[in-house]
């Protein structure tokens, strides 16, 4: 999938969220009510697949670690056969989601959204665990996030 067909495969899920999206290199930020979703494509290392970032918020220092394996545990009793897991932004300090979408040319704007929609249920639990509401500042920049050290 080129760059125009993702900007436009990102756009089209960004207006059926109902979502405020800006879009920098190729990071597009969606703003879902007090929710902030990452969607990038990193074309130099993974070009087959989007991913997708829940920003879940960003603990207290002193809560990290009890936070992490909490974390840790919902990603043990995850779906095995799905490629999500939960993670920490080192540069930000932020709990984060990460899905993996293998074979973006078989999405469409309404089915990504669907998928967000769902990704956006699933974290519920996980949100409620770091227990700080998603702020506006933003995740960071994908590079950071595809180099996280993933806890699955």
Partial sequence: MNHTETDGLFRSAAYALGAVMTQKDNEYHLAIEDLEVLLSVDRQNDDDAIHCYVNLGRPAADERAAVCEQLLELNI????????????????????????????????????????????????????????????????????????????
């Fill in 77 to 152: 009793e995850g779906d095995p056969f799905l490629n999500v897991a939960y993670a920490f932004d080192t540069h930000s300090g932020r709990a984060i989601f990460r899905a993996r979408l293998p074979d973006p040319d078989e999405l469409d704007g309404d089915y990504l959204a669907f998928l967000i929609e769902r990704f956006i249920e699933q974290t519920s639990h996980a949100r409620g665990i770091v227990g700080d509401a998603c702020s506006s500042m933003p995740i960071g920049n994908s590079d950071h996030l595809l180099k996280v050290a993933a806890l699955a």
